[in-house]
């Protein structure tokens, strides 16, 4: 920075030949003594300093022209001249001797001026670079129209002067006071000291020499003459006008070009505000028009300036190039080079003289301006002149006017200095307006009463007899603004009005103003309403109305024009608190209860805090309220039914809700009940029976309770007033309580909380159910309420009973004169308030102790325990600041010297980022803690920035208390907000390694976290950082407001990056193993940088995005991995697929193709093939020529897509090398998987293009295919079989008993027995034999074609052996053998055993009867018929008809019912597949539930798939009647879970956990559903729930399951929570133990397992149990831990026993 001064003394000091001691030390602007030593022709050349040589030239010598010959410099005289420059390379020195800059003094032009015209100047002399003219004759600029107005203006002051008749005295009392002016300027010429003469003669000389000379020389470049005139001589007369004043050489510069000679504007100075002049339009702009005065001076116009009415589309009107002849200067700003002019007609042709001076108003003046702006918050409208000149109107005058508008205004107060003026829209003569004002004087603080003659939209006018016309605005019609539309409202044209109080006089519309405001009214006959200043008394409490705001207070109005302004201070108890919106509670027009704190001629202070008020009429405005609502009772209600303390019968509940019950249509109102007034929880159409507490006539609404305590409540209490009683809140409303009196049988009365006005929240200070002190106010006559009075100060809040409210204590200044700042003193605690201490240090003189002044270090502790009220103390002022004394009581403070203070007081102003201070902690919310730095200046200070103890952030409310003084550093300012930390005191930047607390305040899938990790600083943890363990979903254990501790990745100004790994907090580099993704076959190493991936590394990371161009996945905070589509998947897949596969947050594995490190782009592949396999063989070693395996991965058209055998090297088959002639026979013998030989015959690009070898074994492997699937159907067929066999045999055995009793005593009736004969057996037993040896010999044959298939691919495989080795070794041929031996001895042993048989049925059928016999064969023959229409040798129904017909033998079974169903499906008839259902439903016997049950699921799966949401429900509301509605439902959730249809299925199970909220089991399946879709807080509700309905017997059950639940649903810690909780509880419940143990072991926490097993095997249980427990510690141990864990497990058991 450099730093200039003007200072003649120092500019014009010489310097001394000491001083110098090189050229370098010389610097422009030394004034040095010369001598000449060489007269030049083109100046001097001078010596000085003995050791220095320079030049003047001849324009800085003051002789002009200079001469050699006619100079009068001689190298005789010394010279005194300056040095202008210094060329340091060339060592040349430049100086001058022109006297003004010898003098430091600016050079003086005389009478020329910039722009000047001269109409005659003489050529001195000519040059090939101009002309030297001498200026003669200055141009007039009056033009004629300018002289004709100028002899006008004299002629007009000389009639003024003449009618004026100045008498002769005064004439001469002028000259006496002009004669002595002269003799005092005399007198001062005299006492000028003899330099200061010697430079007036310089000046006067130079003055004569400039009037010698006429206007002196002007230089005129050649570029600025023109070519007529470069012709002309020296001694010729031209015309010219100066551009340029150097008024460093002392010269001008001219022009003789006759355009800028002519041109009227030639600079900004040409123009003055107010003139007329022409403009050109150049462009049309969105804001304005761009105009061009001349050539190089341009003007703007502003929108609202175009014309007098906003134009809408200005390029309409205006067009570029357009002339416009008169516009009128609005602005110049010489410094910023604008001019702003005015295209209104209104202010071009106005015949007021324009206002472009503060200084030039005057108070009358009428002037015209523009409206430029209507203040907010009622605080007036600006209206704009001239020059920036603005002025004020009230808001009273502003209610029509519009931005942009033309407006006439008389001028009202102007105060130059301060810039400020008041306008006012009237325009009337002061005699008139005294009049008026007069008349509303006196009428003002009248009652008048009148008829409603008109009704506007915010006001009405009332007709009176007296008065005339009274306005009364909407405000004005109740003391409440709830209240004043309805009353409005209500008022019609015509209606008589009566009371009416005239408080006002509009004199805009020339109306009285009237009121109808209940509590001004009695405020104005009780005297509380004053109309005059002398009425105001301070410390009184008066009434009054809000009448507009502004950002330092409310404005509050009285009687007439009497107003006053409550500060902020006076609207708030405590101003540490934010009170951004203190303002916004209160509206115009309210009614305001406030006390005086200071009145004085020109201002008044109140104060709205009712600890000021001297009296309160809190009881007053109570009854108005109700008497006023009393006549707005809402219609259609029979109110004399529901009268306070009667009870209602048969409550119906409408709803059930988280803040208590309404009860639906109460005689036509509606009731409601809070939770507090419940006796309990009531669900939805509930019956109850309740009290009516309060009625709102208005709204047409009743509070109702249940509560069995106010059973019986006495309506009519004998109560006397003036008695003390307590009172138990019920109901804490806006301004009042309902309260009950139980020592007079549970009457109900009513207290006032605040006073009109009062920004108190009752609900701070009053708690339902708490018990207060009242008196009784009122005794309530019929129809009347009770009220009572709550003393002074009274609250339930007992957290500040302790502490007082107040304004801040300040001093008069003459008692602050006598007080010394660094001073000690005595004082005396007279209170103590939240954030300070008031003390006394001397008569009627308090002083500030704040709460940081107190000690000087941090205090764990209560900071006001140190210090009690009337303590004595030893105080220090330490400043006086706003009429405040501060005060400290620090031994730091009070042990310094006397006069010494240390630090000041802090507050907002002089508060500092950086600065480090102690603070008090006034409140703990949530996650902020606030304190106070000192009065009035609050921080806030977030949980993390707080502490960096874990316990500490997570319990603020407990840890942290009120009063508690600590250091913090301000970390943020800006307007209110101020942030502070306690944990970073040095303001150390964030670096790379710092581990933090952080708070997680959203949670992406796929992002990860965003985290705040101070008050102004955020950071992120990417998926990829949230573990050491890769996880699917890794974000679903975290939640908002979560507390975590991080590491520092990247550390920016505004943006960290952070890491929760545990092996980046301790240093290390893990190689952690995903739990979910078993495919992984190895460790998954992080990468830091993209240096560490080479190519053919197999990763895993999540994916972030998923589109056209690929899949891109997140391996690392810095970088991330790109996947083309078609490296996807093996498979063919759709971007449609790809994405469906490949969603955004899903874990994958890949492997690495390709690695750009120097642009960090990585290629990843997601085929299984390349991810899962490991080369056996390079690429490069596959040779054309060569024979291999291949296996197929796809086919597309005509091309198949194959893999190297064990590689992950990519090959390519083409139709003409398959072998097949046709695509088709291609795509159906190669199958996905085909393993067949081909030879390699191109490698040079990526895909190795091949041929098969053997085109049979490929179709062999697909006929193998084929016969593999035809041999599984069958498998699946006899599955069907044996399935349906069993069946049967269990129905068979369900017969009835008595069948079988009966058929019994038909055997032995009969007494002989009929044997088959022997011959009949055998050939049975032949045929028997025959079947089973031929399907043996079937199967048989299906073998032996499977081995020889199986033998011609292994002689496939046999390519490049040698002869002499033989594929089929030892083992093989020995199995084959084995094998045949193995079938034949089966065979054998089969045939054997069917011999057994033969005979066991012989002896079996001579002891059966003939009735058993009969039984067995239709039985048999059953049974062959049923594996023939199993077997598919009768067909299955493929028409309606036909299941029609197998219905007539089968009505009872619901299979052939859902079959038949299933086929009126397949071909979309699903109204028949109802009607189906339908009959279904009705057909099968009520003895089969089961049967039945099967139907009805498949109807309701049929109507949730096809049906709309009518026909659901209507099938479900049947279901529900004829079957087990516990079935139904659980049915439906299946159904729902399938669909995913959530949104119902949560309805469902609402309704399911109301209707069975006993039943354990389905709180079970909600909980389950619940954590599924991880909604950790609905379940925490829910498990309470569930814990109210559930028996208590099964609460432990309930809560293991719950458990089990977390641990399933990957939310072990939880799980593990609730089973700690339950061990604890009931430490003997082995059975828990076990679920706690198992649900351990699945997790593989080793270490958490052992301890679990250390605690379980030291309780106190039964032996059996605890041998159950040391054996699993015993088989743990042995096979996860060593010999000696094994052994301390024995020892352990050894110790056991022998207790």
């Given at each position: 920075?450099?730093?200039?001064?003007l200072?003649p003394?120092?500019?014009?000091?010489?310097?001394?030949?000491?001083?110098?001691?090189n050229?370098?030390?010389?610097?422009?602007?030394?004034?040095?003594?010369?001598?000449?030593?060489?007269i030049?022709?083109?100046?001097?050349?001078?010596?000085?300093?003995?050791?220095?040589?320079?030049?003047?030239e001849?324009?800085h010598?003051?002789?002009?022209?200079?001469?050699?010959?006619?100079?009068?410099?001689?190298?005789?005289?010394?010279?005194?001249?300056?040095i202008?420059s210094?060329?340091?390379?060339?060592?040349?020195?430049?100086?001058?001797?022109?006297?003004?800059?010898?003098?430091?003094?600016?050079?003086?032009?005389?009478?020329?001026?910039?722009?000047?015209?001269?109409?005659?100047?003489?050529?001195?002399?000519?040059?090939?670079?101009?002309?030297?003219?001498?200026?003669?004759?200055?141009?007039?600029?009056?033009?004629?129209?300018?002289?004709?107005?100028?002899?006008?203006?004299?002629?007009?002051?000389?009639?003024?002067?003449?009618?004026?008749?100045?008498?002769?005295?005064?004439?001469?009392?002028?000259?006496?006071e002009?004669?002595?002016?002269?003799?005092?300027?005399?007198?001062?010429?005299?006492?000028?000291?003899?330099?200061d003469?010697?430079?007036?003669?310089?000046?006067e000389?130079e003055?004569?020499g400039?009037?010698?000379?006429?206007?002196?020389?002007?230089?005129?470049p050649?570029?600025?003459?023109?070519?007529?005139?470069?012709?002309?001589?020296?001694?010729d007369?031209?015309?010219?006008?100066?551009?340029?004043?150097?008024?460093?050489?002392?010269?001008?510069?001219?022009?003789?070009?006759?355009?800028?000679?002519?041109?009227?504007?030639?600079?900004?100075?040409?123009?003055?505000?107010?003139?007329i002049?022409?403009?050109?339009v150049?462009?049309?702009?969105?804001?304005?028009?761009?105009?061009?005065?001349?050539?190089?001076?341009k003007?703007?116009?502003?929108?609202?300036?175009?014309?007098?009415?906003?134009?809408?589309?200005?390029s309409?009107?205006?067009?570029?190039?357009?002339?416009?002849?008169?516009?009128?200067?609005?602005n110049?700003?010489?410094?910023?080079?604008?001019?702003?002019?005015?295209?209104?007609?209104?202010?071009?042709?106005?015949?007021?003289?324009?206002?472009?001076?503060?200084?030039?108003?005057?108070?009358?003046?009428?002037?015209?301006?523009?409206?430029?702006?209507?203040?907010?918050?009622?605080?007036?409208?600006?209206?704009?002149?001239?020059?920036?000149?603005?002025?004020?109107?009230?808001?009273?005058?502003s209610?029509?006017?519009?931005?942009?508008?033309?407006?006439?205004?008389?001028?009202?107060?102007?105060?130059?200095?301060r810039?400020?003026m008041?306008?006012?829209t009237?325009?009337?003569?002061?005699?008139?307006k005294?009049?008026?004002?007069?008349?509303?004087?006196?009428?003002i603080?009248?009652?008048?009463?009148?008829?409603?003659?008109?009704?506007?939209?915010k006001?009405?006018?009332?007709?009176?007899?007296?008065?005339?016309?009274?306005?009364?605005?909407?405000q004005?019609?109740?003391?409440?603004?709830?209240?004043?539309?309805?009353?409005?409202?209500?008022?019609?044209?015509?209606?008589?009005?009566?009371?009416?109080?005239l408080?006002?006089?509009?004199?805009?519309q020339?109306?009285?103003?009237?009121?109808?405001?209940?509590?001004?009214?009695?405020?104005?006959?009780?005297?509380d309403?004053?109309?005059?200043r002398?009425?105001?008394?301070?410390?009184?409490?008066?009434?009054?109305?809000?009448?507009g705001?502004?950002?330092?207070?409310?404005?509050?109005?009285?009687?007439?024009?009497?107003?006053?302004?409550?500060?902020l201070?006076?609207?708030?108890?405590?101003?540490?608190?934010?009170?951004?919106?203190?303002?916004?509670?209160?509206?115009k027009?309210?009614?305001?209860?406030c006390?005086?704190?200071?009145?004085?001629?020109?201002?008044?202070?109140l104060?709205?805090?009712?600890?000021?008020?001297?009296?309160?009429?809190?009881?007053k405005?109570?009854?108005?309220?109700?008497?006023?609502?009393?006549?707005?009772?809402?219609?259609?209600?029979?109110?004399?039914?529901?009268?306070?303390?009667?009870?209602?019968?048969?409550?119906?509940v409408?709803s059930?809700?988280?803040?208590?019950?309404?009860?639906?249509?109460?005689?036509?109102?509606?009731?409601?009940?809070?939770?507090?007034?419940?006796?309990?929880?009531l669900?939805?159409?509930?019956?109850?029976?309740?009290?009516?507490?309060?009625?709102?006539?208005?709204?047409?609404v009743?509070?109702?309770?249940?509560?069995?305590?106010?059973?019986?409540?006495?309506?009519?209490?004998?109560?006397?007033?003036?008695?003390?009683?307590?009172?138990?809140?019920q109901?804490?409303?806006?301004?009042?309580?309902?309260?009950?009196?139980?020592?007079?049988?549970?009457?109900?009365?009513?207290?006032?909380?605040?006073e009109?006005?009062?920004?108190?929240?009752?609900?701070?200070?009053?708690?339902?159910?708490?018990?207060?002190?009242?008196?009784?106010?009122s005794?309530?006559?019929?129809?009347?309420?009770?009220?009572?009075?709550?003393?002074?100060?009274?609250?339930?809040?007992?957290?500040?009973?302790?502490?007082?409210?107040?304004?801040?204590?300040?001093?008069?200044?003459?008692?602050?004169?006598g007080?010394?700042?660094?001073?000690?003193?005595?004082?005396?605690?007279?209170?103590?308030?939240?954030?300070y201490?008031?003390?006394?240090?001397?008569?009627?003189?308090s002083?500030?102790?704040?709460?940081?002044?107190?000690?000087?270090?941090?205090?764990?502790?209560?900071?006001?325990?140190?210090?009690?009220?009337?303590?004595?103390?030893?105080?220090?002022?330490?400043?006086?600041?706003?009429?405040?004394?501060?005060?400290?009581?620090k031994?730091?403070?009070?042990?310094?010297?006397e006069?010494?203070?240390?630090?000041?007081?802090?507050?907002?102003?002089?508060?500092?980022?950086?600065q480090?201070?102690?603070?008090?902690?006034?409140s703990?919310?949530?996650?902020?803690?606030?304190?106070?730095?000192?009065?009035?200046?609050s921080?806030?200070?977030i949980?993390?920035?707080f502490?960096?103890?874990?316990?500490?952030?997570?319990?603020?409310?407990?840890k942290v208390?009120?009063?508690?003084?600590?250091?913090?550093?301000?970390?943020?300012?800006?307007?209110?907000?101020?942030?502070?930390?306690?944990?970073?005191?040095?303001?150390?930047?964030?670096?790379?390694?710092?581990?933090?607390?952080?708070?997680?305040?959203s949670?992406?899938?796929?992002?990860g976290?965003?985290?705040?990790?101070?008050?102004?600083?955020?950071?992120?943890?990417?998926?990829?950082?949230?573990?050491?363990?890769?996880?699917?979903?890794?974000?679903?254990?975290?939640?908002?407001q979560?507390?975590?501790e991080?590491?520092?990745?990247?550390?920016?100004?505004?943006?960290?990056?952070?890491?929760?790994?545990?092996?980046?907090?301790?240093?290390?580099?893990?190689?952690p193993?995903?739990?979910?993704?078993?495919?992984?076959?190895?460790?998954?190493?992080?990468?830091?940088?993209?240096?560490?991936?080479?190519?053919?590394?197999?990763?895993?990371?999540?994916?972030s995005?998923?589109?056209?161009?690929?899949?891109?996945?997140?391996?690392?905070?810095?970088?991330?991995?790109?996947?083309?589509?078609?490296?996807c998947?093996?498979?063919?897949?759709?971007?449609?697929?790809?994405?469906?596969?490949?969603?955004p947050?899903?874990l994958?594995?890949?492997?690495?193709?390709?690695?750009?490190?120097?642009?960090?782009?990585?290629?990843?592949?997601?085929?299984?093939s390349?991810?899962?396999?490991?080369?056996s063989?390079?690429r490069?070693?596959?040779?054309?020529?060569?024979?291999?395996?291949?296996?197929?991965?796809?086919?597309?058209?005509?091309?198949?897509?194959?893999?190297?055998?064990?590689?992950?090297?990519?090959?390519?088959?083409?139709?003409?090398?398959?072998?097949?002639?046709?695509?088709e026979?291609?795509?159906?013998?190669?199958?996905?998987?085909?393993?067949?030989?081909?030879?390699?015959?191109?490698?040079?690009?990526?895909?190795i293009?091949?041929?098969?070898?053997?085109k049979?074994?490929?179709?062999?492997?697909?006929?193998?295919?084929?016969?593999?699937?035809?041999?599984?159907?069958?498998?699946?067929e006899?599955?069907?079989l044996?399935?349906?066999?069993?069946?049967?045999?269990?129905?068979?055995?369900?017969?009835?008993?008595?069948?079988?009793?009966?058929?019994?005593?038909?055997?032995?009736?009969?007494?002989?027995?009929?044997v088959?004969?022997?011959?009949?057996?055998?050939?049975?037993?032949?045929?028997k034999?025959?079947?089973?040896?031929?399907?043996k010999?079937?199967?048989?044959?299906q073998?032996?074609?499977?081995?020889?298939?199986?033998e011609?691919?292994?002689?496939?495989?046999?390519?490049?052996?040698?002869?002499?080795?033989?594929?089929?070794?030892?083992?093989?041929?020995?199995?084959?053998?084995?094998?045949?031996?193995?079938?034949?001895?089966?065979?054998?042993?089969?045939?054997?055993?069917?011999?057994?048989?033969?005979?066991?049925?012989?002896?079996?059928?001579?002891?059966?009867?003939?009735?058993?016999?009969?039984?067995?064969?239709?039985?048999?023959?059953?049974?062959?018929?049923?594996?023939?229409?199993?077997?598919?040798?009768?067909k299955?129904?493929?028409?309606?008809?036909?299941y029609?017909?197998?219905?007539?033998?089968?009505?009872?079974?619901?299979?052939?019912?859902?079959?038949?169903m299933?086929?009126?499906?397949?071909?979309?008839?699903?109204?028949?597949?109802?009607?189906?259902?339908?009959?279904?439903?009705?057909?099968?016997?009520?003895?089969?539930?089961?049967?039945?049950?099967?139907?009805?699921v498949?109807?309701?799966?049929?109507?949730?798939?096809?049906?709309?949401?009518?026909?659901?429900?209507?099938?479900?509301?049947?279901?529900?009647?004829?079957?087990?509605?516990?079935?139904?439902?659980?049915?439906?959730?299946?159904?729902?879970k399938?669909?995913?249809?959530?949104?119902?299925?949560?309805?469902?199970?609402?309704?399911?956990?109301?209707?069975?909220?006993?039943?354990?089991?389905?709180?079970k399946?909600?909980?389950?559903?619940?954590?599924?879709n991880?909604?950790?807080?609905?379940?925490k509700?829910?498990?309470?729930?569930?814990?109210?309905?559930?028996?208590?017997?099964?609460?432990?059950?309930?809560?293991?399951?719950?458990?089990?639940?977390?641990?399933?649903?990957?939310?072990?810690?939880?799980g593990?929570?609730?089973?700690?909780?339950?061990?604890?509880?009931?430490?003997?419940?082995?059975?828990?133990?076990?679920?706690?143990?198992?649900?351990?072991?699945?997790?593989?926490?080793?270490?958490?397992?052992?301890?679990?097993?250390?605690?379980?095997?030291?309780?106190?249980?039964?032996?059996?149990?605890?041998?159950?427990?040391?054996?699993?510690?015993?088989?743990?141990?042995?096979?996860?831990?060593?010999?000696?864990?094994?052994?301390?497990v024995?020892?352990?058991?050894?110790?056991?026993?022998?207790?």
């Amino acid at each position: 920075m450099i730093f200039l001064t003007l200072d003649p003394k120092k500019t014009n000091a010489r310097i001394k030949s000491d001083q110098v001691l090189n050229l370098s030390t010389l610097r422009p602007g030394m004034l040095v003594k010369t001598k000449v030593n060489t007269i030049l022709e083109n100046g001097l050349f001078v010596l000085f300093m003995d050791y220095f040589a320079g030049t003047i030239e001849s324009t800085h010598t003051g002789e002009f022209p200079f001469s050699k010959k006619t100079t009068q410099y001689s190298t005789e005289k010394p010279l005194v001249a300056k040095i202008l420059s210094i060329d340091y390379r060339e060592k040349v020195i430049s100086l001058s001797a022109l006297p003004h800059i010898v003098k430091g003094t600016p050079y003086n032009f005389g009478q020329v001026k910039f722009g000047d015209v001269f109409d005659e100047a003489i050529i001195e002399s000519k040059s090939k670079a101009g002309f030297l003219v001498r200026l003669v004759k200055k141009h007039s600029r009056h033009t004629k129209e300018e002289e004709v107005e100028a002899e006008e203006e004299s002629e007009a002051e000389e009639k003024d002067d003449e009618e004026s008749g100045e008498s002769e005295e005064e004439e001469e009392e002028k000259e006496e006071e002009d004669s002595s002016d002269e003799m005092e300027v005399s007198e001062n010429k005299e006492e000028k000291s003899e330099e200061d003469e010697e430079e007036e003669e310089n000046e006067e000389g130079e003055e004569e020499g400039s009037e010698e000379k006429g206007f002196g020389t002007a230089f005129i470049p050649l570029k600025n003459i023109e070519l007529v005139d470069q012709s002309k001589n020296k001694g010729d007369k031209v015309r010219c006008r100066i551009v340029t004043l150097n008024r460093t050489d002392g010269s001008l510069f001219g022009t003789m070009i006759n355009k800028i000679i002519d041109q009227p504007l030639l600079s900004l100075t040409d123009l003055e505000v107010g003139a007329i002049i022409p403009v050109r339009v150049e462009s049309v702009k969105p804001k304005g028009l761009i105009v061009s005065l001349t050539t190089s001076l341009k003007a703007f116009c502003p929108l609202h300036h175009m014309s007098d009415i906003i134009l809408q589309d200005p390029s309409k009107k205006f067009k570029v190039g357009t002339q416009i002849s008169r516009a009128k200067v609005l602005n110049i700003q010489n410094d910023k080079k604008k001019v702003t002019i005015t295209l209104k007609p209104s202010l071009i042709n106005s015949k007021y003289e324009p206002l472009a001076n503060y200084g030039d108003a005057s108070e009358n003046q009428i002037v015209q301006g523009v409206i430029a702006a209507i203040l907010d918050k009622n605080r007036g409208t600006i209206v704009e002149f001239y020059n920036g000149v603005k002025g004020l109107i009230p808001s009273s005058e502003s209610a029509d006017l519009e931005v942009g508008n033309t407006i006439k205004c008389k001028v009202t107060k102007v105060d130059a200095g301060r810039k400020r003026m008041s306008l006012t829209t009237s325009l009337k003569g002061d005699l008139q307006k005294k009049k008026e004002s007069n008349v509303a004087n006196q009428s003002i603080g009248q009652f008048v009463s009148g008829i409603v003659s008109k009704i506007n939209t915010k006001s009405i006018v009332v007709q009176t007899k007296k008065m005339g016309e009274v306005i009364i605005s909407d405000q004005h019609f109740s003391d409440y603004s709830t209240y004043s539309p309805i009353l409005k409202s209500n008022t019609k044209k015509g209606d008589p009005l009566s009371n009416i109080l005239l408080i006002a006089f509009d004199s805009k519309q020339n109306m009285l103003v009237g009121t109808l405001k209940p509590c001004l009214i009695d405020a104005k006959k009780n005297g509380d309403l004053p109309f005059e200043r002398k009425e105001v008394v301070q410390g009184k409490t008066i009434f009054g109305y809000v009448r507009g705001t502004r950002d330092n207070g409310l404005i509050v109005g009285f009687g007439g024009e009497l107003r006053g302004l409550v500060p902020l201070s006076g609207l708030m108890a405590d101003k540490t608190k934010e009170a951004e919106n203190i303002l916004e509670r209160y509206r115009k027009g309210q009614t305001v209860t406030c006390s005086v704190s200071f009145v004085s001629d020109d201002s008044l202070s109140l104060s709205l805090l009712p600890v000021h008020l001297s009296k309160s009429y809190a009881l007053k405005s109570l009854q108005n309220h109700f008497k006023e609502e009393d006549l707005l009772v809402k219609e259609g209600i029979e109110w004399n039914k529901l009268k306070i303390g009667t009870r209602v019968k048969n409550l119906i509940v409408d709803s059930s809700r988280v803040y208590g019950a309404t009860f639906k249509d109460i005689k036509g109102a509606k009731g409601i009940a809070l939770s507090h007034q419940l006796e309990e929880k009531l669900d939805e159409k509930d019956k109850v029976e309740g009290l009516i507490l309060d009625v709102d006539r208005v709204k047409g609404v009743i509070d109702i309770s249940t509560k069995k305590d106010l059973e019986t409540v006495e309506r009519s209490p004998k109560v006397s007033e003036g008695k003390e009683v307590k009172a138990v809140i019920q109901l804490v409303k806006e301004s009042y309580l309902v309260v009950t009196l139980s020592e007079f049988n549970n009457a109900i009365a009513f207290a006032p909380t605040k006073e009109l006005g009062a920004s108190l929240d009752a609900h701070n200070y009053y708690f339902l159910g708490s018990t207060i002190k009242a008196t009784v106010s009122s005794v309530p006559k019929a129809g009347e309420r009770l009220l009572l009075s709550l003393p002074k100060g009274s609250s339930a809040n007992k957290e500040k009973k302790n502490k007082t409210s107040g304004s801040i204590p300040t001093v008069d200044a003459k008692s602050l004169s006598g007080l010394v700042v660094g001073k000690n003193y005595s004082g005396k605690v007279k209170e103590i308030r939240s954030t300070y201490a008031v003390v006394t240090i001397g008569e009627g003189i308090s002083g500030v102790l704040h709460a940081t002044e107190i000690v000087d270090h941090p205090f764990e502790g209560i900071v006001w325990d140190l210090i009690k009220s009337d303590q004595k103390l030893q105080v220090r002022i330490i400043a006086k600041e706003d009429s405040i004394v501060f005060l400290s009581m620090k031994k730091s403070v009070t042990s310094l010297p006397e006069g010494k203070v240390g630090d000041k007081p802090v507050n907002a102003l002089n508060l500092k980022v950086g600065q480090v201070a102690n603070a008090v902690v006034t409140s703990v919310s949530g996650e902020n803690v606030s304190a106070s730095l000192g009065l009035n200046t609050s921080v806030r200070i977030i949980s993390v920035d707080f502490s960096n103890d874990l316990s500490v952030i997570n319990n603020l409310q407990e840890k942290v208390k009120e009063g508690m003084l600590v250091k913090c550093r301000v970390t943020f300012k800006e307007s209110k907000l101020i942030d502070a930390s306690v944990v970073n005191l040095k303001g150390k930047a964030l670096k790379k390694g710092d581990q933090i607390f952080a708070i997680v305040r959203s949670v992406d899938p796929v992002r990860g976290l965003t985290v705040q990790v101070s008050a102004q600083l955020w950071g992120k943890i990417p998926t990829s950082e949230l573990s050491d363990v890769l996880i699917r979903n890794p974000t679903k254990n975290f939640e908002k407001q979560q507390i975590v501790e991080c590491i520092v990745l990247v550390a920016e100004s505004k943006r960290v990056t952070l890491s929760l790994r545990e092996s980046r907090k301790k240093g290390g580099k893990p190689k952690p193993k995903s739990s979910e993704m078993p495919h992984f076959s190895h460790y998954q190493t992080f990468y830091d940088s993209v240096e560490e991936l080479s190519k053919g590394d197999v990763v895993h990371g999540y994916i972030s995005a998923s589109n056209e161009k690929g899949i891109f996945t997140q391996l690392n905070y810095q970088f991330e991995g790109r996947t083309p589509l078609s490296m996807c998947s093996d498979a063919r897949l759709t971007v449609d697929q790809v994405k469906e596969r490949y969603y955004p947050g899903s874990l994958v594995s890949a492997r690495v193709m390709d690695v750009n490190q120097a642009q960090k782009q990585i290629m990843l592949s997601l085929k299984d093939s390349d991810v899962n396999s490991e080369d056996s063989i390079e690429r490069k070693e596959v040779k054309e020529g060569n024979a291999y395996w291949w296996v197929v991965t796809d086919h597309y058209k005509d091309v198949v897509n194959t893999l190297l055998v064990n590689t992950r090297i990519r090959g390519i088959l083409f139709q003409d090398n398959s072998g097949f002639e046709t695509a088709e026979e291609m795509k159906k013998n190669f199958h996905q998987g085909v393993k067949f030989a081909a030879t390699a015959y191109n490698t040079k690009k990526e895909f190795i293009k091949i041929s098969v070898i053997d085109k049979a074994a490929v179709k062999l492997q697909a006929e193998n295919k084929e016969d593999k699937k035809e041999k599984a159907d069958l498998a699946q067929e006899r599955e069907a079989l044996v399935e349906s066999a069993k069946k049967r045999k269990l129905d068979e055995e369900k017969r009835p008993k008595r069948e079988e009793q009966k058929e019994e005593e038909d055997d032995e009736e009969e007494e002989e027995e009929v044997v088959e004969t022997k011959p009949a057996k055998k050939q049975k037993k032949e045929e028997k034999k025959e079947e089973k040896k031929e399907e043996k010999k079937v199967e048989k044959v299906q073998e032996k074609k499977r081995k020889q298939v199986e033998e011609k691919e292994v002689k496939v495989n046999q390519l490049s052996a040698s002869s002499g080795f033989e594929w089929e070794g030892f083992q093989s041929k020995t199995a084959k053998k084995n094998e045949e031996e193995r079938e034949e001895e089966e065979e054998e042993n089969e045939i054997a055993e069917e011999d057994m048989d033969d005979e066991e049925e012989t002896t079996t059928e001579k002891r059966l009867s003939k009735k058993q016999r009969r039984k067995e064969k239709e039985l048999k023959e059953q049974q062959i018929r049923e594996k023939e229409i199993e077997l598919g040798k009768e067909k299955e129904p493929t028409s309606a008809a036909e299941y029609e017909r197998l219905l007539l033998t089968s009505q009872n079974s619901s299979f052939v019912w859902v079959k038949y169903m299933s086929f009126l499906i397949s071909i979309t008839e699903i109204e028949k597949a109802r009607k189906v259902a339908d009959r279904a439903t009705k057909s099968i016997s009520i003895s089969d539930p089961s049967e039945k049950l099967n139907v009805w699921v498949a109807w309701l799966n049929l109507e949730y798939i096809y049906g709309d949401e009518n026909s659901q429900k209507a099938v479900f509301d049947k279901a529900i009647v004829y079957n087990d509605s516990k079935k139904i439902y659980l049915v439906l959730v299946d159904i729902l879970k399938q669909q995913r249809r959530l949104k119902d299925l949560e309805e469902v199970f609402g309704t399911m956990t109301k209707k069975f909220k006993t039943d354990s089991d389905i709180w079970k399946r909600y909980a389950s559903f619940l954590l599924q879709n991880d909604r950790q807080k609905e379940f925490k509700a829910m498990l309470d729930q569930c814990l109210k309905c559930v028996p208590k017997s099964e609460h432990v059950d309930t809560i293991s399951k719950f458990a089990q639940l977390h641990f399933k649903n990957e939310f072990e810690e939880i799980g593990r929570t609730m089973f700690e909780g339950i061990v604890s509880n009931y430490p003997k419940r082995t059975d828990v133990w076990n679920v706690y143990l198992d649900m351990e072991t699945k997790s593989g926490d080793h270490d958490r397992i052992r301890r679990l097993l250390d605690r379980v095997t030291s309780l106190k249980v039964s032996s059996k149990n605890m041998k159950n427990f040391f054996t699993k510690f015993l088989a743990f141990e042995k096979q996860h831990g060593d010999a000696d864990s094994v052994e301390r497990v024995k020892q352990k058991a050894r110790e056991y026993v022998a207790q």
